[in-house]
């Protein structure tokens, strides 16, 4: 029997342990700060929920709902207050609508031209240059609506004022073309090449491709994408304070000036109303109509992602 002779090299494992225990230190460390990360978000979200909660419950213990639903003028500024908040809500989606049918066929077609289209050196390029309309000032798209393109439609629409929601929702449209085209284009990218192939072996043409195969696949993507400009739309303010006016007013007029939700905040916010009044208080309870809107379009957008999304190896 023999035996292997003694090993001179020392024990590696013994080295080792300190590197490894520093090693589940620090990642103990880097998970404890996320997790503060996430939970200062969360509790950032909670206050201004219940903020938002607690100054509407005060507005209305003196302003009964029903009033706040029903009235059909919205003045709470004036002598006379009204508190109808159909008049606001009117405002904001006929600008809305305005932008949306302006930003989501364009942003569209412009993500099926990057994704399908465009040469792959074209594509590294142009889309940066797309999302850099993103970074414009809202502020500045305010007074580009108002002092160009008020002006260009007041050459052939002699009826419409210089404050109005049609060239806030033009601009306000062309303003979330980055962001339909930018998430549409990555949904649509994403679809795996081996269903275009399958399609082009069956005969069908590009635009057959396009129509019946890759857009039904990204349906999903594309639909939150919608959604998330539509969000994006209503929430916004720069541009509709400058471009649409400060006049509330119940209709659908898009040529005459109107007054939005966020329009409405800002105006209350510049401090000429007294905090703690009456029509202090309305800005919480606008901010909680905006924000029940909104929460709804995201929960819908939520469910339907879910539902509709395919799923390929």
């Given at each position: 029997m023999t035996t292997s002779p003694p090993s001179n090299e020392p024990d590696k494992s013994n080295l080792w342990?300190?590197?490894r225990t520093l090693s589940k230190r620090v990642e103990t460390g880097v998970k404890a700060l996320f997790a503060l990360f996430a939970f200062v978000s969360v509790l950032t979200t909670i206050g201004i929920v219940l903020t938002l909660i607690f100054e509407t419950v005060e507005f209305f213990q003196e302003v009964s709902i029903w009033r706040f639903l029903t009235d059909t003028q919205w003045t709470p500024l004036f002598t006379n207050k009204q508190f109808g908040i159909i008049v606001l809500i009117s405002a904001t989606l006929l600008i809305s609508v305005i932008a949306i049918a302006v930003a989501?066929?364009?942003?569209?077609?412009?993500?099926?031209c990057l994704s399908e289209y465009a040469p792959a050196k074209l594509r590294k390029w142009l889309k940066p240059a797309l999302e850099v309309l993103a970074g414009v000032p809202t502020v500045v798209f305010g007074y580009f609506a108002l002092f160009t393109v008020?002006?260009?439609?007041?050459?052939?629409?002699?009826?419409?004022?210089?404050?109005?929601?049609?060239?806030?929702?033009i601009v306000l449209g062309i303003s979330i073309?980055?962001?339909?085209?930018?998430?549409?284009?990555?949904?649509?990218?994403?679809?795996?090449?081996?269903?275009?192939?399958g399609a082009y072996a069956l005969g069908s043409t590009k635009r057959e491709?396009?129509?019946?195969?890759?857009?039904?696949?990204?349906?999903?993507?594309?639909?939150?994408?919608?959604?998330?400009?539509?969000?994006?739309?209503?929430?916004e303010t720069m541009i509709v304070t400058i471009a649409a006016g400060q006049n509330p007013?119940?209709?659908?007029?898009?040529l005459v000036p109107i007054q939005t939700m966020t329009a409405y905040i800002v105006q209350v916010s510049k401090g000429d109303t007294p905090a703690g009044s009456l029509a202090y208080k309305t800005?919480?309870?606008?901010?909680?109509?905006?924000?029940?809107?909104?929460?709804?379009?995201?929960?819908?957008s939520y469910w339907?992602?879910?539902r509709f999304r395919e799923k390929y190896e």
């Open positions: 342990q300190p590197n989501l066929p364009l942003g569209l077609l412009a993500a099926i008020t002006p260009f439609l007041q050459t052939f629409i002699p009826g419409i004022q210089g404050f109005n929601a049609l060239s806030a929702g073309i980055p962001l339909v085209a930018s998430l549409s284009e990555d949904a649509i990218y994403s679809v795996p090449r081996s269903l275009r192939e491709t396009i129509t019946s195969v890759v857009l039904p696949a990204a349906l999903s993507g594309i639909v939150a994408s919608f959604i998330l400009a539509i969000s994006r739309a209503i929430g007013q119940l209709g659908f007029n898009p800005i919480f309870a606008v901010g909680m109509t905006l924000f029940l809107i909104t929460l709804a379009l995201n929960v819908f339907f992602v879910r």
